[in-house]
C-alpha cells in the first residue's frame, strides 16, 4: 500500500504570510500513460467534512482562492496558501487515489501565529 | 445540489454488527464510485473502502477487509456499509464521500459509530 507522510505535523504562520505544507508518498503517484500526479489535496475546519482544495496535484477546485497552489511530481508534493488568512485555520490532509487502495497523509494543523 | 445523507451510526457493543446507509440526490448516482472514508475522534482521515459505479469492483483497507463490506443499489441511489465483528478502533465518524475519476469532490456530513461495552 502507499504510505503518505506530511510535513510538518502542525504550523503556526503569521497572517499574510506564506504557510507551505509537504507531502511525501512511498511510491511515485505519477501515472506515465497520461502524465497526471494522482495527488489531492483537503482543508478540514473544526466539525465539518473535509473540502477538495486540489486536484491532479494542481489543479485548483472552482471557488478555491487563488492564495492556495499546489505543485510537485512524483513522490514530492506542496500546497502552499501564499498570504495566510484567519479563515484557512484548519487541517489540511493530502491523499493519493492512484492506487485502488487510496491512502491520506496524517494531516498539518495550521495555526496563527 | 448535490447532497450525501448518512445515517444508521450509534452506540454498538463489541463484536456486534451495525449497517450505515449514505442516500445520494443531486447527480446521477450510477455514474459515479463511492466511498466510505472514516475519522477516529480528534484523529486525521482513514479511507475504508471504494465501490465502483456499478458495483463490480470493492477494495478495501486492510483494517476493515473480512469485517466490513461496502455495496450499492443504485435504483434506490443508496451506498451501504455493512459492519461486522466491531472492535472499539472502528469508533469514528463514517463519511460517505463521491469521486469524480479520482479526487473526492463531495462529502456527507458523517455519522458516529461508537464501538463500547
Known amino acids: 500500500d502507499i504510505v503518505m507522510t506530511q510535513s510538518p505535523d502542525s504550523l503556526a504562520v503569521s497572517l499574510g504570510e506564506r504557510a507551505t505544507i509537504n507531502c511525501k508518498s512511498s511510491q511515485s503517484l505519477l501515472y506515465s500513460s497520461n502524465n497526471k500526479n494522482y495527488l489531492a489535496w483537503y482543508q478540514q475546519k473544526p466539525g465539518q467534512p473535509p473540502k477538495l482544495l486540489i486536484s491532479?496535484?494542481?489543479t485548483r477546485e472552482s471557488g478555491v482562492p487563488d492564495r492556495f497552489s499546489g505543485s510537485g511530481s512524483g513522490t514530492d508534493f506542496t500546497l502552499t496558501i501564499s498570504s495566510l488568512q484567519a479563515e484557512d485555520v484548519a487541517v489540511y490532509y493530502c491523499q493519493q487515489y492512484y492506487s485502488f487502495v487510496n491512502s491520506f497523509g496524517q494531516g498539518t494543523k495550521l495555526e496563527i501565529k | 445540489q448535490v447532497q450525501l445523507v448518512e445515517s444508521g451510526g450509534g452506540v454498538v457493543q463489541p463484536g456486534r454488527s451495525l449497517g450505515l446507509s449514505c442516500a445520494a440526490s443531486?447527480?446521477?448516482?450510477?455514474?459515479?464510485?463511492m466511498h466510505w472514508v472514516r475519522q477516529a475522534p480528534g484523529k486525521g482521515l482513514e479511507w475504508v473502502a471504494s465501490i465502483s459505479s456499478d458495483g463490480s469492483s470493492k477494495n478495501y483497507a486492510d483494517s476493515v477487509k473480512g469485517r466490513l463490506t461496502i455495496s450499492r443499489d443504485n435504483s434506490k441511489n443508496t451506498l451501504y456499509l455493512q459492519m461486522n465483528s466491531l472492535r472499539a478502533d472502528d469508533t469514528a465518524v463514517y463519511y460517505c464521500?463521491?469521486?469524480?475519476?479520482?479526487?473526492?469532490?463531495?462529502w456527507g456530513q458523517g455519522t458516529l459509530v461508537t464501538v463500547s461495552s
Open positions: 491532479w496535484a494542481s
Open positions: 464521500v463521491k469521486d469524480f475519476g479520482g479526487p473526492y469532490d463531495y
Open positions: 443531486g447527480f446521477t448516482f450510477s455514474n459515479y464510485g
